[in-house]
């Protein structure tokens, strides 16, 4: 039976122009997950859209005076447009816009209702009483209780990552005005996150063994502290509305009407929502379902370190709550911060790197290359900008991109019509090179170690240099044909090979490679398993593709 992939990626919001923190948050580290399993024939989903509810977009939009819509209408196609640069494969990238979804995440409201995950709870909120209303906890900034950093949200600490209640932080303000807030009761919907603790921990038991150690860790410290019932509903006018019609009386809170989910319950629904959309576009109302409810199926989850939480015990507590054997997530790949030269990522200081620039100015497979090159994945890490030039030169240039022009522009100026079926044979030692990458990069990817998957790549490609270093064919070409001819056959087969490893990593630069050989662009085909070396089809008198070398270019900074 062929497997199902699911893969669900975090959302961006649409509040303004993607850093490079976020391509290497989660973008990229999806896409060669979804090639890879794609290439060795199975059945992907990978889903995601654009977050338009948050108080992100509302806190811009009031900056601006403007209306969300028009904010939203503005940078959409520009995350579209860096969707595209990149090439990450999405099935289907939508928005928490849909009344698809706004109908799902009622249903899942509804549904934990009905169960009893759904509790009523008076608690304090922020209000400003110069604006005469409740603020949203991105309207309001102070102090955090725990490492007492300054300017931090009131949901979240950006720098020691403690998600806070509404009234933990010191010294409250509001982020428009500066003025200081006040607390107001206020009445909301809470997911009961205490009594479905136990059904989470076995979860967890159960599920983490395979994750990263550090998310373990986190997971299981926020269980052992104790989870508490969590606010799901907001006063705001802008988000997923209540069902009243269809909320008992007596289940009703007040001014439900008034009232909008909180982003972090609707947002992650967007996994349910994007699947059902998707199966709607097929014409077949119900392939969602073989994605959410097959035994035969694994669910990745791509997000950056402050989405931990939610996708290790948040989301996992909406499904359970649910009641109908949803599939509950099997691996959250959760990754670390990327900062620039030291210094976190902050559009109002000026630090910041847009994607589509950088892509623009260097193409989107460089970004990508040096992108995988430095993953956050278990540790925090630096975009630098002599790394950058030293790594695209060093690896991508030469490792990469000198050996194949040596070895094409070889061939086509002394080979092309001389190499016989005697020395197409390929090496021993080529050949078993060829199997351990394949070999190697495979198993690192079951352990979503792009990282070190990378890497391996270039191990390939630095063997392919060594390789035709060491056999010398320039020097035997007169000497000792047949040694040149076998030589530069076992090279190009190595070229051919590191076509097919790319796909995952380099999409753009595995179709330059097969377009040497005029071999189109790989692609996958459900239930069969391409992901394997292949072989070199050399035809005699018939030059190589060598129009688009040079592969790169030297950086000079």
């Not at 860096?82 to 090439?87: D, H, P």
Request: net charge positive; with cysteine; glycine share 6%.
């Amino acid at each position: 039976m062929t497997k199902k992939i699911f893969i669900g990626v975090a959302w961006p919001y649409v509040n303004g122009d993607l850093h490079v923190g976020h391509l290497a948050g989660y973008f990229i580290h999806c896409d060669v997950i979804a090639r890879w399993h794609r290439l060795k024939g199975a059945q992907v989903l990978m889903v995601s859209g654009t977050d338009c509810h948050g108080t992100p977009i509302t806190v811009e939009a009031d900056k601006r005076d403007i209306s969300p819509q028009d904010l939203i209408k503005e940078y959409t196609p520009r995350i579209h447009e860096l969707i595209k640069t990149y090439e990450i494969s999405y099935d289907l990238f939508t928005s928490t816009t849909t009344t698809n979804h706004y109908r799902v995440t009622q249903q899942f409201f509804l549904n934990l209702l009905k169960n009893g995950y759904i509790i009523k709870k008076t608690s304090k909120q922020y209000y400003s009483l110069g604006d005469k209303r409740f603020l949203p906890d991105r309207y309001v900034e102070g102090e955090c209780p725990y490492c007492h950093a300054k300017d931090q949200r009131a949901d979240q600490c950006e720098v020691c990552g403690r998600v806070l209640d509404f009234g933990e932080l010191i010294k409250p303000k509001s982020k428009l005005t500066g003025r200081p807030v006040t607390l107001k009761p206020t009445e909301h919907y809470y997911l009961d996150l205490a009594k479905l603790a136990p059904l989470i921990q076995a979860y967890v038991n159960k599920k983490s063994k395979s994750w990263r150690s550090w998310v373990k860790k986190e997971t299981v410290g926020w269980l052992k502290e104790g989870i508490k019932p969590r606010p799901i509903t907001r006063d705001l006018d802008w988000g997923v509305p209540l069902p009243v019609k269809d909320i008992a009386k007596d289940m009703l809170v007040k001014d439900a009407e008034s009232k909008r989910f909180y982003v972090w319950f609707d947002a992650v629904i967007g996994y349910v929502s994007a699947a059902i959309e998707w199966a709607s576009r097929q014409k077949d109302s119900r392939s969602w379902r073989r994605f959410w409810f097959d035994e035969n199926v694994y669910h990745y989850y791509f997000m950056g370190q402050d989405n931990l939480a939610f996708h290790t015990l948040f989301w996992p507590g909406q499904l359970i709550g649910q009641d109908q054997g949803y599939h509950l997530p099997d691996q959250p790949v959760v990754n670390k911060y990327l900062n620039l030269e030291g210094k976190k990522f902050s559009k109002s200081r000026q630090v910041i790197i847009d994607s589509l620039q950088v892509a623009n100015e260097y193409g989107a497979d460089v970004v990508r290359f040096y992108l995988l090159s430095i993953l956050p994945e278990h540790k925090q890490a630096n975009w630098q900008w002599r790394q950058f030039e030293d790594l695209v030169n060093a690896d991508l240039v030469d490792s990469l991109g000198n050996f194949v022009q040596r070895s094409v522009v070889f061939y086509n100026r002394n080979l092309s019509a001389k190499i016989d079926g005697a020395n197409r044979i390929i090496d021993d030692k080529v050949e078993s090179q060829t199997r351990f990458a394949f070999e190697k990069v495979d198993k690192l990817l079951a352990k979503v170690e792009l990282g070190r998957s990378f890497e391996a790549v270039f191990d390939y490609a630095r063997f392919g240099n060594k390789y035709l270093n060491q056999t010398e064919p320039w020097l035997s070409l007169k000497t000792n044909p047949a040694k040149s001819q076998q030589a530069i056959f076992n090279s190009l087969y190595i070229v051919r090979n590191l076509a097919v490893l790319l796909s995952l990593f380099l999409p753009d630069t595995s179709r330059l490679l097969l377009a040497i050989f005029d071999k189109p662009e790989l692609k996958p085909t459900v239930g069969v398993d391409k992901y394997q070396p292949v072989k070199l089809d050399l035809k005699l008198g018939r030059r190589l593709n060598d129009s688009h070398l040079p592969l790169f270019k030297k950086i000079k900074l």
